[in-house]
């Protein structure tokens, strides 16, 4: 019998996060550009900090057995089963403006978020 506190990682048919088209396209191309092996995706999650109390978490990271993955337009997304309450129908898109430039959160699990969008809290 397996540990109780053992977890495993589960290929999700339904995305809990989605990406805008912009958000993807910076994606892959970041994907190309450091070579993204096939053990490898990108990480979407919280840790705790920042200016209202947890911080997202966006970077390329190798799977972990207590991920949720799922694809989004060929693009693997890694979960941490514990991060989904915080992130259920978050979605991600990617800004170019001339003041601003980067990944964007639009969180509706969120009660606060902090100025520079980085942090929030629930």
Do not use: W
């Not at 207590?66 to 992130?87: C, G, P, S, T």
């Amino acid at each position: 019998m397996p540990d109780s506190k053992e977890l495993t990682t589960t290929l999700l048919d339904v995305a809990p996060i989605t990406f805008t088209p912009s958000a993807l396209q910076e994606i892959k191309m970041l994907v190309y550009e450091k070579e993204i092996g096939s053990g490898r995706g990108l990480r979407v999650g919280v840790s705790g900090g920042g200016c209202s109390g947890l911080s997202y978490i966006l970077g390329f990271d190798d799977i972990q057995p207590d991920d949720d993955i799922f694809m989004v337009d060929e693009v693997r997304i890694l979960l941490n089963k514990k991060h989904a309450l915080y992130l259920l129908g978050m979605q991600v898109d990617y800004v170019r403006g001339l003041n601003n430039r980067g990944f964007v959160f639009s969180n509706p699990n969120a009660s606060s978020t902090c100025g520079c969008g980085s942090s929030f809290a629930v």
